[in-house]
T-cell receptor, first 110, second 112 residues
Framework: QKEVEQNSGPLSVPEGAIASLNCTYS??????FFWYRQYSGKSPELIMS????GDKEDGRFTAQLNKASQYVSLLIRDSQPSDSATYLC??????????FGAGTQVVVTP | DAGVTQSPTHLIKTRGQHVTLRCSPI?????VSWYQQVLGQGPQFIFQ???????GRGNFPDRFSARQFPNYSSELNVNALLLGDSALYLC???????????FGPGTRLTVT
């Protein structure tokens, strides 16, 4: 079982709609979680970090963390074609190593 | 402020050769981490250095080694290259040992 699991997609989202991305993790000792956006051929770019249960909003992005269910999610509101990318979920494990999921590809269709 | 820089951008090596990749962190950041990313997968943790000491090592063979210099820049060395070492090698810096990590542009290594 991988430490961090994501649906690979692709997730097809109409322009202007909400994209919902999910991530589960296996290490109950994990405390800090991050969402990165990666365009094809580029390096990951940090878009959100979340450290406590609940929601955190930043512009069109909302991250949600539920430690009891070991679940992290990212919502992208008013999706734009420029949001088309692979979204990586990551979390520090109990040994302090940052573990990444395989990523979810999002395709925003005009 | 300049972000994380890495060199070279691209590299082609032959099996059995050795390679050195370099990384300069964001000014003021004291931690550098190295990752390997193959196509279709997320980055895999290789090493973390903080204050010039190794603070974590991923599940990679001893052919992989790294070090951090007094100015907090870092090198990743890979010996006896295998075809399977072909990947994007990413460096990330962070202010401390935990917390948010910021990635450089990566070095694309091709082993033939």
């Amino acid at each position: 079982q991988k430490e961090v699991e994501q649906n690979s997609g692709p997730l097809s989202v109409p322009e202007g709609a909400i994209a919902s991305l999910n991530c589960t993790y296996s290490d109950r000792g994990s405390q800090s979680f991050f969402w990165y956006r990666q365009y094809s051929g580029k390096s990951p770019e940090l878009i959100m970090s979340i450290y406590s249960n609940g929601d955190k909003e930043d512009g069109r992005f909302t991250a949600q963390l539920n430690k009891a269910s070991q679940y992290v999610s990212l919502l992208i509101r008013d999706s734009q074609p420029s949001d088309s990318a692979t979204y990586l979920c990551a979390g520090f494990d109990s040994w302090g190593k940052l573990q990444f999921g395989a990523g979810t590809q999002v395709v925003v269709t005009p | 402020d300049a972000g994380v820089t890495q060199s070279p951008t691209h590299l082609i090596k032959t099996r059995g050769q050795h390679v050195t990749l370099r990384c300069s962190p964001i000014s003021g950041h004291k931690s550098v981490s190295w990752y390997q990313q193959v196509l279709g997968q997320g980055p895999q943790f290789i090493f973390q250095y903080y204050e010039k000491e190794e603070r974590g090592r991923g599940n990679f063979p001893d052919r992989f080694s790294a070090r951090q210099f007094p100015n907090y820049s870092s090198e990743l060395n890979v010996n006896a290259l295998l075809l399977g070492d072909s990947a994007l090698y990413l460096c990330a810096s962070s202010p401390g040992q935990g917390g948010e990590q910021y990635f450089g542009p990566g070095t694309r290594l091709t082993v033939t």
